[in-house]
């Protein structure tokens, strides 16, 4: 295998940047096995490190026509490739870091970076060898398989995936292109009235600053709100449920434009109702300045609404009940209009709003969706789910008799 690179220096470690095709990566490159442990047991546990993850790769490769990879960093090892440079000038200078690896017959490589890649493209090729001459970038260093040359390549094996993060939230709200919840979020932001401007906060949390007086919630709050509502949709679409590995698989491909589009006309239509039917977002959209001041403070916590931590229980509720009982989004929050959501009155006191100290309480998600399920109807709680609402609950607000009696609290 002859393959042009460049030749670089860092960290007293030389290392070769080119690229490879598919086919090559399959036949050339194999599985860590003795390279960063003799031990059976630690080999084992480096071999079982590659998890089922390899099989999304495979179906990424296989789906996504506009596919991309961070390079692949690869060991070679017994015998090393042999480096020809060629002269390069240009503006009077000179470089000698382009050249040609001229790759033995007995050499071996492994992945020391991007197993998984490896493993997905092998697995792609099985199923559409087609994708031959794909190309990916790698970069080579040199391993020697002793002490020393062991130690080296798990330090630098550890460093590269120690430090790799993934991709934050807030990046794949704003740049992806394949997440059609994403997508849809995006367009909320520019076009629905209830999202533009000052109304949303573009933070790295959920949390709104208390010095904010005007956003209803953050960007990141309505993302999750959206992918609540979406797994409704997908529900009524596909009849069944948007468990956490379904979900994954559909966001990871971008869908055509009329999905797309069906799915922004799904959850348009549950912000405009909620825009409409719920009372105090009609309100907070009439106001020209300090848009949320009079519904968010530190005296009294304000409204459910305006707080991450009471929306997306409640958005939650919405698309259970949308499930449950195939209503449309208008007749459900125009019940629950009729309720009580200032979260210093009964039942969110001691739920979401500590009235002693002035403060919110973060830790009541599930706790508040139950309560918007049964505030909107008994019905809407299966009977594990109104054990756990009696149970949380009596905690919660320190009731002392029987759970199952503090539910005639809720409604009184």
Known sequence: MKIPALRAELGGRTFYTTTLTFQQVSDYVSRIDNELHKSESLKD???????????????????????????????????????????????????????????????????????????????????????????????????????????????????????????????????????????????????????????????????????NHDAITSIITLYQCNIELFKSYYFETYKRKATATALIEFLKFRRSKEEIEKIKNFLFSFWDDFSIQISSIAEYIKKTKNFATAFRNNENGGNLFFRPVGLLPFVKAVADIHVLEDKAFKQILKKFDKIDWNISSEPWVRVLWEPTNKRMIMNSNTLTHLLCLYLYSPNALNKKQKVKLSKDYAVKIGFTGTPSKVLQLINS
């Open 45 to 211: 546990l480096i071999q079982r490190s590659i998890t089922a993850n390899y099989l999304s790769i495979k179906e990424y490769i296989i789906n996504q026509n506009e596919m991309f990879f961070n390079s692949l960093i690869l060991a070679v090892y017994d015998d090393y490739p042999q480096w020809s440079e060629i002269e390069v000038t240009y503006d009077d200078k000179s470089t000698y870091q382009i050249g040609l690896l001229d790759f033995p017959s007995t050499h071996k490589i492994f992945p020391v970076d991007g197993q998984h890649r490896v493993e997905g493209i092998k697995e792609a090729l099985r199923e559409n060898p087609e994708l031959k001459n794909q190309k990916i970038a790698a970069i080579f260093i040199s391993h020697k398989n002793d002490e020393r040359g062991m130690e080296s390549t798990r330090r630098l094996f550890t460093t590269l995936n120690r430090y790799a993060k993934p991709v934050l939230l807030d990046d794949i709200i704003a740049l992806d292109e394949d997440d059609t919840v994403a997508i849809v979020t995006r367009q909320l932001l520019e076009e629905h009235k209830l999202f533009s401007g000052k109304r949303i906060v573009y933070a790295k949390q959920k949390a709104i600053p208390s010095n």
